[in-house]
């Protein structure tokens, strides 16, 4: 196996230049500006916007730009098993997210290579109709993240990252064991994407979701949630960075008993 190859949208720095891994709690904190109140305007910075036409930029910079500024992104390690040969393959997608939760359904994004080609994942997930979305968290983040280099088709990613897997439950696929929440899902609509040439450069899969796997050590079975001081989910970045969750904050949700909007308020 080659080595590591520097990504073009990477400030990376020396490994030993940085500090180490802090496994600190996440703390609760106040908000940015727990004085706020309603009407009260937060000034935007100053200085000048820069706009750009979408249609101006090279595909590469939108890229960088997206990947960038929609920060931070949850990563979906997706697990599917080939249909002839069964294969495993697994491999992280930060294009991803929820999209409804009755009926639970959540979208991938699988973006092709420079040559057209779809990825094992897109391929495997419309053949077999199936596949698993297992989230990462930062105990397995390393050999999660090797799943992402760019094997051959067909070749069991999880044999050189070190991650072992079980037989999932509802579908014809596999579940990280690594993975303190993990979702078993059935294709239900795939969503192909062109761009201004006509060429077929993205396409999402959406899939409902059918079955839960949840860690009992993350598990409230009170609240029947998921406790994130312990799940300790990883986010995606610009470039090959990461992030974790250390501080969070509540901000409480407007309700209008009524349904009506109260008087503006006088600032």
């Given at each position: 196996m080659s080595g590591q190859r520097p990504y073009p949208y990477s400030t990376t720095v020396p490994t030993e230049s940085l500090s180490p891994f802090s496994e600190e709690g996440i703390k609760l904190v106040n908000s940015p500006n727990p004085e706020w109140q309603p009407g009260q305007t937060q000034n935007p910075p100053e200085g000048?916007?820069?706009?750009?036409?979408?249609?101006?930029?090279?595909?590469?910079?939108r890229y960088g730009l997206m990947i960038s500024g929609i920060v931070p992104r949850p990563i979906a390690l997706v697990t599917t098993v080939s249909k002839e040969r069964k294969i495993v393959n697994?491999?992280?997608?930060?294009?991803?997210?929820?999209?409804?939760?009755?009926?639970?359904?959540?979208?991938?994004?699988?973006?092709?290579n420079r040559h057209g080609a779809h990825k094992d994942t897109l391929v495997n997930a419309r053949e077999t109709g199936h596949f698993v979305v297992n989230i990462m968290s930062e105990h397995f983040i390393e050999?999660?993240?090797?799943?992402?280099?760019n094997f051959p088709f067909e070749v069991d990613e999880?044999?050189?990252?070190?991650?072992?897997?079980?037989?999932?439950?509802?579908?014809?696929?596999?579940?990280?064991?690594?993975?303190?929440?993990?979702?078993?899902?059935?294709?239900?609509?795939l969503l192909p994407l062109f761009n201004d040439a006509g060429q077929e450069t993205t396409c999402a899969i959406i899939g409902r979701v059918v079955r839960f796997h949840i860690h009992e050590s993350v598990y409230d079975a009170k609240s029947k949630t998921i406790i994130l001081e312990k799940y300790r989910p990883v986010a995606r970045l610009g470039g090959v960075r990461y992030a974790t969750v250390n501080q969070v904050f509540e901000l409480q949700r407007p309700f209008f008993a009524d349904g009506k909007a109260p008087p503006k308020p006088k600032i």
């Open positions: 000048k916007v820069l706009s750009f036409d979408a249609a101006s930029l090279e595909a590469r910079e697994m491999a992280p997608y930060s294009f991803f997210n929820a999209l409804s939760s009755d009926p639970p359904t959540l979208i991938v994004s699988t973006i092709h050999s999660a993240n090797h799943t992402c280099g999880t044999e050189y990252a070190g991650i072992k897997v079980t037989p999932a439950k509802s579908i014809d696929g596999v579940v990280c064991a690594h993975s303190l929440f993990a979702m078993e899902c059935k294709t239900i609509q």
